[in-house]
């Protein structure tokens, strides 16, 4: 049963300190996506890449925020300085691009918390 | 990316059919209706999706009347495994990579 992996499963920093979450896709998958869950602001996608390319990071905080996919099994969200704001349940998806109605595989998220 | 607009929370009991409405008044031509679900702590699934009338799965079944401006995901006989966030999601899924989530509707499953 092919899953999507996710690393840490939680994460407690201070403020200030660089936080990085990595993701493994299913084998195969040619788009990773990453999300934000807060309760205040719901579900929020902060960049996507489909064949390792990033196509769309338009939701994601340039300045402290960083998404990159070194190899096909790998993809790894980095905030650099943290903030108690940054605080919130980040998930990863894959998928195969428009195909299968685009259907996304949620990995069980990071639960971060800066403190 | 058609707006959909669904109950922020819904009660029901074990055993009950539950249909939850989702509005999509500004639907286009090429978009698809796609339901997931989210168990807490874990991220969301995906649960059913439709073009037009009626599909149905082992999970739920999904209504579209003809002028697509709405539809309603029917999950019958509902058990406390139910309990979950229900979103409803509209989007050209062929020609597009993106999902955009909405608010979704908690549904709680009491004994």
């Known amino acids: 049963d092919a899953r999507v992996t996710q690393t840490p499963r939680h994460k407690v920093t201070e403020m200030g300190q660089e936080v990085t979450m990595r993701c493994q896709p299913i084998?195969?998958?040619?788009?990773v996506f990453w999300y934000r869950q807060t309760m205040m602001q719901g579900l929020e996608l902060l960049a996507y890449f489909r064949n390792r390319a990033p196509l769309d990071d338009s939701g994601m905080p340039k300045d402290r925020f960083s998404a990159e996919m070194p190899d096909a099994t790998l993809a790894t969200l980095k905030i650099q300085p943290s903030e108690p704001r940054d605080s919130a349940v980040y998930f990863c998806?894959?998928?195969?691009?428009?195909?299968?109605?685009?259907?996304?595989?949620f990995g069980p998220g990071t639960r971060l918390t800066v403190t | 990316l058609a707006k959909t607009t669904q109950p922020i929370s819904m009660d029901s009991y074990e055993g009950q059919e539950v249909n939850i409405t989702c509005s999509h008044n500004?639907?286009?031509?090429?978009?698809?209706i796609t339901w997931y679900q989210q168990f807490p702590s874990q991220g969301p699934r995906f649960i059913i999706q439709g073009y037009k009338t009626k599909v149905t799965n082992e999970v739920a079944s999904l209504f579209i009347p003809a002028d697509r401006k709405s539809s309603t995901l029917s999950l019958p006989r509902v058990s406390l495994s139910d309990t979950a966030v229900y979103y409803c999601l509209v989007g050209d899924v062929y020609n597009t990579d993106k999902l955009i989530f909405g608010t979704g509707t908690r549904l709680q499953v009491f004994p």
């Open positions: 084998l195969g998958h040619n788009t």
């Open positions: 500004n639907i286009a031509t090429n978009d698809y």
């Open positions: 998806a894959s998928g195969l691009s428009r195909h299968q109605g685009n259907e996304q595989y």
